[in-house]
């Protein structure tokens, strides 16, 4: 027991030392789901919008209603000002996205059939479009209001789609989208914490070699310890940095990306839990078949990318057929624990990947028994 | 006594005998030079006493306890240190030896004790929060022996342990050698360097193609292999009656006069001989400019044993 607690401890000594795996570890995710995240991100964000409404009669009356209604807020953040110079402002100055200025003789002029609303579009053609999307919404009611009066016949409000018709971005970001239900940033922090658990797992083969081509191992050997207990403290060691890896990555993201994890953080520590002890018998079942350092660090690599591929972990929405080979990976049970507990799913959800991962991790770890020996001497 | 003793030990590879029913004793106290080209047998033979490697057949004890039935009792015995640096990159050379030293099993005062003393051994003290990066070759091939007589072993195996070291680093880890067996340690000692093995060994074993071809002292391997030392004379003028009678001499086995009243005298069984030919060279008025004694060397020795040079492998 005392041997695994030195492994252990000693191993993290090391790991500590060695700058760039610690580099690799905890700085790259983050770097790769802030830039995957943010890169295909589709979710909504309201667009500045800074108004100004200088007519005092009944269309006036109407817009400022409009701008300060609450369906409005969901799609643009409305900045009240109390001149029109104040919008151009703004504008010039990049402090909001668009302006929009009622002049005070709005309403008159409107009903005379020259009425104009000022506008200020800013440097970004989306949200360009996105503000005059909300705008057209309201002079579209000015002119049925108009008309129907005008006319006697009361003209039906346009049909408006229940999740909101002001989305921008490249991919459409509601429950049917390549990212299922959660958000782009969520499915990149989850894939990529996946793909370096798998990473730090196969640190620990790499440790192993490394015992073996540098010679320590004939040392260790001659100690009077049991060499499964060396091994086994080791390999504590990198679930060890497993779980704080996972919490650097979950508590950044969070905190700073804004991704939700859910509350469930229980199931997610099991989910690292079991991806880490797979990884690390994936890559001792590795070792044990190429046997030399730069040979496990190749293979292994390739098949954590290969996973990561397949589970949709680099690109959302492949297709039915990668998806079906998605299936048979660690990743996409891994994922799908960690979506499901992302969105809040109960225990019913969970179980179904949670038995599969565990499933897994048992197969690999017997399997990893049966190979080890192979592995080190 | 009989510290270590290989008994019909056999360890194959395949179809091919490694270790061919090796028999050997080495004595308590003794440093024992193993020499033999690469592929003889000897690391397979050290790997099998260090508990690296399990034998095919045959047995080997060390301090009375049988390799393979109690190999933990024989492992707190030995210090094993491995051709290759077995130290880590990563931490320093106090670091590395407490490390090792935790794995033997030492603790609290004892631990930092011994690590103090193996580092002062070792010459490393000065140097023990450097990393073994910054160190030289042979400092890094001192922390490697530290690291295996921190426990203080009764047997000490030293695995070729001045491999691509200085001269100077060389001399100190030659001496520590020495200084360990005065302290009672037993060290078994690989080198290609014939001169090293020769300078510290008391006994030599000459393994090649997995069996033991010689085994002996200096003067019994020479013997063996019939390999006589020599004596080398010069006098101030010739005498044959002289010659005569140094040839008939029992140690004399043989004579050859060379140019400058000089004579070349083989001496081929153990005995006093020197008082005689002193004697002899007096009656016959003769002065004795030059006495030098020539030792076969274990390069000619090996040489003549195995057909090839130590170094060729």
Same mark, same amino acid.
């Given at each position: ?377 | ?87 880590? =990159?990563?931490?320093?050379? $106090? ?5 090792? !030293? +935790? /794995?033997?099993? *030492?603790?609290? %005062? #004892? ?86 093995? =020769?300078?510290?060994?008391? $006994? ?5 193609? !997995? +069996? /033991?071809?010689? *085994?002996?002292? %200096? #003067? ?94």
């Amino acid at each position: 027991m005392r041997t695994a607690i030195y492994s252990t401890l000693y191993e993290l000594l090391r790991m500590t030392r060695m700058r760039s795996v610690l580099l690799m570890l905890f700085a790259l995710p983050l770097l790769l789901i802030f830039l995957l995240g943010y890169g295909l991100d589709t979710t909504i964000r309201p667009v500045d919008v800074t108004v100004y409404i200088g007519d005092d009669g009944m269309l006036g009356e109407r817009s400022r209603e409009f701008f300060e209604a609450d369906e409005t807020g969901e799609h643009i953040q409305v900045k009240m000002v109390s001149s029109q110079d104040e919008v151009e402002k703004d504008i010039r100055a990049g402090a909001s996205d668009y302006g929009i200025a009622v002049p005070a003789d709005f309403t008159e002029q409107f009903m005379a059939g020259s009425g104009k609303i000022v506008t200020y579009p800013g440097k970004l053609m989306e949200r360009n479009m996105a503000a005059e999307t909300v705008l057209s919404k309201l002079t579209g009611q000015f002119e049925t209001g108009y008309l129907s009066e005008a006319m006697g016949v009361p003209i039906p409000e346009r049909e408006v789609p229940e999740e909101g018709y002001v989305q921008t971005g490249t991919i459409v970001a509601n429950g049917n989208a390549e990212f299922g239900p959660v958000s782009s940033l969520q499915y990149y922090a989850s894939a990529y914490l996946v793909m370096f658990l798998l990473f730090s797992g196969m640190a620990a083969a790499i440790s192993m070699m490394e015992e073996k081509e540098y010679g320590t191992l004939s040392r260790l050997l001659s100690l009077p310890l049991t060499l499964s207990s060396f091994l086994l403290g080791k390999f504590i060691a990198y679930i060890i940095i497993a779980v704080i890896q996972s919490a650097v990555i979950v508590l950044f993201t969070r905190y700073v990306y804004g991704v939700d994890w859910g509350g469930n953080y229980g199931v997610i520590l099991l989910t690292v839990l079991l991806t880490s002890l797979s990884a690390i018998c994936l890559s001792v079942i590795i070792a044990s078949i190429v046997r030399s350092r730069k040979a496990v660090e190749s293979v292994f690599s390739m098949v954590a990318v290969i996973m990561t591929f397949l589970s949709g972990g680099m690109m959302a929405g492949l297709g039915p057929v990668i998806e079906t080979a998605g299936r048979f990976t660690i990743n996409h049970w891994a994922n799908e624990l960690l979506k499901t507990v992302m969105t809040g799913g109960v225990w019913s959800e969970l179980q179904q990947p949670l038995l599969v991962l565990a499933a897994i991790a048992a197969g690999f770890i017997l399997l990893m028994l049966t190979r080890i020996r192979k592995a080190v001497v | 006594m009989s510290f270590v003793h290989f008994e019909e030990v056999v360890k194959s590879y395949g179809t091919k005998m490694s270790v061919n029913h090796l028999t050997l004793s080495i004595r308590e106290g003794e440093v024992f030079g193993l020499l033999g080209p690469n592929g003889a047998g000897k690391s397979t033979t050290i790997h099998m006493l260090a508990g690296l490697l399990k034998s095919d057949a045959g047995t080997i004890t060390v301090d009375g306890y049988n390799v393979a039935k109690r190999p933990l009792d024989i492992k707190r015995r030995i210090g094993l240190v491995p051709q290759e640096l077995a130290i880590y =990159e990563q931490f320093t050379a $106090r670091e590395n030896v407490t490390f090792f !030293g +935790r /794995l033997y099993g *030492l603790r609290g %005062k #004892e631990l930092r004790e011994r690590v103090e003393e193996a580092l002062d051994f070792t010459g490393l003290l000065e140097h023990d929060n450097g990393r073994p990066s910054t160190f030289s070759g042979g400092m890094k091939r001192r922390l490697n022996i530290a690291c295996a007589i921190m426990h203080r072993p009764k047997l000490i195996i030293m695995d070729e342990p001045t491999v691509g070291i200085d001269p100077q680093s060389r001399n100190h880890i030659l001496e520590s050698v020495r200084e360990l067996n005065r302290l009672g340690s037993t060290i078994i000692y690989t080198s290609h360097y014939m001169e090293e093995v =020769e300078a510290i060994s008391t $006994r030599v074993g000459i393994m090649d193609g !997995g +069996r /033991l071809i010689a *085994l002996g002292d %200096k #003067e019994e391997l020479g013997r063996l292999t019939g390999q006589e030392s020599k004596l080398i004379l010069q006098t101030d003028r010739g005498s044959e009656e002289a010659v005569a009678e140094i040839r008939r001499h029992p140690r004399v086995s043989s004579l050859r006069e060379l140019e400058g009243h000089t004579l070349e005298l083989g001496l081929s069984e153990a005995g006093t001989y020197l008082q005689d030919i002193l004697f002899i060279l007096g009656k016959h008025g003769l002065a004795l400019l030059k006495l030098t004694r020539e030792e076969p060397d274990l390069e000619s020795l090996f040489l003549q044993l195995t057909g090839r040079s130590l170094r060729d492998g």
